[in-house]
């Protein structure tokens, strides 16, 4: 007891410094946990990002299907339609597009003055030529096919990146 | 303030030094060109019949492909008066480019120089 009394300040300073030392371990756990929080929320962040881009992808590769089956039955009023919404959903995909895909995102925006190439050629030939048909429908199909093999190219990437991010 | 005659004129510039990725598009008279977000569209348009008149339009369009601005030029022996007199020549050699017309020319100058060697 006596001893205790004698060296109570020395006491005191070893507890002090053991309170130090679990207040810094305390921290270290804290903001490891932080960071762990913050880079979960990051990735659940870019997952959502590439399942909403990868919903878009589907739904202009979809598009594009449609009009080739509306170009088979020359619906050419039905078809300008489609393309305003094809452009629109393009545009989407260049803008959302995640940046590890970004070699992409200047194809998918190259391909929307092609889409407007084709509005304007399809709008010519049925305003200005006397509802006339578009000449070499081949033609328009392959200009579409071109943007589908791009989309379709991205949407097997990010599906892969998915399935990697996943397991 | 930025004029679609700048417009021309940096895309003239810019073709000339071959620094405009021009591509074809299903309208064999119309070119295309995207910088970022925004596209360019260049063509020719139609003209009656007969005549001797040709025109030509730049589009700018925003991401979604629509509009923003365009600029027009009438070209023929009997125009006078052409408002942007660069764009005509801009058609041409977005023609010229997105067709790989040099690199072809010099293609067949090479064939025809080994035939010629031979």
């Known amino acids: 007891m006596d001893f205790l009394i004698a060296n109570w300040g020395s006491f005191i300073g070893v507890l002090g410094l053991a309170a130090s030392i679990g207040g810094l371990v305390y921290a270290f756990l804290a903001r490891r946990a932080a960071k762990s929080a913050e880079q979960a929320a990051s990735e659940a962040r870019h997952a959502i990002t590439r399942r909403l881009s990868l919903v878009d992808v589907q739904r202009a590769v979809a598009l594009i299907d449609r009009l080739k089956d509306v170009h088979y039955q020359r619906n050419?009023?039905?078809?300008?339609?489609l393309y305003a919404e094809l452009r629109m959903t393009l545009s989407e995909i260049g803008t959302s597009i995640p940046e590890n895909f970004d070699q992409y995102r200047?194809?998918?925006r190259?391909?929307?003055?092609?889409?407007?190439?084709?509005?304007n050629l399809v709008r010519?030939?049925?305003?200005?030529?006397?509802d006339r048909e578009p000449e070499n429908i081949s033609s328009l199909d392959e200009t579409?096919?071109?943007?589908?093999?791009?989309?379709?190219?991205?949407?097997?990437?990010?599906?892969?990146t998915d399935e990697t991010v996943s397991s | 303030m930025a004029e679609m005659k700048d417009v021309v004129a940096k895309l003239a510039e810019l073709t000339e030094q071959g620094q405009v990725r021009w591509k074809t598009t299903v309208d064999k008279s119309a070119f295309a060109a995207t910088f970022g977000k925004l596209s360019v569209l260049?063509?020719?348009?139609?003209?009656?019949?007969?005549s001797d008149i040709a025109s030509y339009r730049l589009s700018v369009l925003d991401e979604q492909g629509n509009e923003i601005d365009f600029a027009t030029a009438r070209w023929g022996p009997s125009v006078t008066g052409v408002k942007l007199p660069n764009l005509v020549p801009l058609y041409d050699s977005a023609k010229r480019t997105a067709l790989g017309v040099d690199r072809r020319l010099e293609e067949l100058l090479n064939e025809m120089n080994q035939v010629s060697n031979s």
Do not use: F, H, K
């Open chain 1, 76 to 81: 050419w009023d039905y078809a300008l339609g």
């Open chain 1, 106 to 108: 200047s194809l998918i």
């Open chain 1, 110 to 119: 190259s391909a929307i003055p092609q889409v407007i190439a084709l509005e």
């Open chain 1, 124 to 130: 010519r030939s049925r305003y200005e030529n006397e």
């Open chain 1, 144 to 160: 579409l096919s071109e943007i589908q093999e791009n989309l379709e190219t991205l949407q097997s990437s990010m599906m892969y």
């Open chain 2, 42 to 50: 260049i063509s020719a348009m139609d003209t009656r019949p007969l």
